[in-house]
């Protein structure tokens, strides 16, 4: 029985290891599936968990109210679900859309570390606190791992394994290079470059007052790329989620 355990709970981790892998996938390869998928499971996660959140919440604020209190829950909860599942989208879209593949491809490697990462983490959690995947996830998670992606990218960025354009460079661009229609992959890589000098520009500013490292810590932690976690927390919870329910049945 042992045996047979150890080797379902490997089973379960490759299967967790190849969802991961397959929706980075997406991402790199197809951003705009990858921003409709993204944008429906958010809009599945919000529609579930949002008014359960309010209906918590609301008494906290509100002293009276009963089912009329109850109806605003759905009403608010419907309206946040459907803005974030939004914002998720676009987010998730200018994670992935670019015209520079070999960034996007490294791009992709971060994410998926990202999410199992999130994954690994919702799935301890669950174990030793029992805490619900999906609603820790949803609400708790986005911006650890939006803060573990931009990290990532930085460590990128160090290696060398991506530079960032200078300001000049992205004026220059602006001006000369970028057509009068761009297309959306045109944008998404004027927007990366626009977001990669801002973050050297804010190390720079803060290197003043700060050192070298504290600098660059700061940085991650404003920067554009933090918004990317909760399409990360997205999936984490998930297959976290997934994962779990199937241990709770094989185990």
């Known amino acids: 029985m042992a045996l047979i355990k150890i080797l379902l709970n490997g089973v379960v981790m490759l299967a967790e290891l190849a969802a991961v892998a397959a929706i980075a996938w997406l991402g790199w390869q197809y951003p705009f599936i990858f921003a409709g998928f993204t944008m429906m499971l958010a809009l599945v996660f919000g529609l579930t968990l949002e008014h359960r959140r309010l209906r918590h919440e609301l008494p906290f604020y509100f002293a009276t109210g009963g089912p009329t209190r109850f109806r605003f829950a759905y009403v608010v909860g419907a309206l946040e679900a459907l803005l974030k599942s939004v914002l998720a989208a676009v987010a998730a879209l200018f994670t992935f859309s670019g015209t520079d593949t070999e960034r996007l491809m490294w791009v992709a490697i ?3 570390a990202t999410i199992y990462a999130g994954s690994a983490t919702l799935r301890v959690l669950s174990l030793k606190f029992q805490a619900h995947p999906s609603r820790w996830g949803y609400f708790r998670l986005s911006v650890p791992l939006g803060l573990l992606f931009s990290a990532g990218l930085v ?3 160090n290696f060398g394994l991506f530079t960032a354009p ?3 460079d992205m004026g220059w661009k602006i001006i000369w290079e970028l057509p009068p229609r761009p297309s959306v992959e045109q944008v998404s890589e004027l927007f990366f470059g626009l977001k990669q000098a801002f973050d050297d520009f804010v190390v720079s500013l803060l ?3 700060l050192s070298d490292t504290w600098a660059r810590v700061v ?5 554009v790329n933090v918004l990317t976690g909760f399409v990360a927390a997205l999936y984490a919870s998930a297959i976290a989620s997934a994962v779990r ?3 709770v049945r094989l185990f």
């Open 110 to 112: 971060v994410f998926a």
């Open 155 to 157: 460590v990128l960025a």
């Open 166 to 168: 200078s300001i000049s």
């Open 207 to 209: 290197s003043t007052v």
């Open 219 to 223: 940085a991650v932690a404003v920067s």
């Open 245 to 247: 329910g199937v241990e």
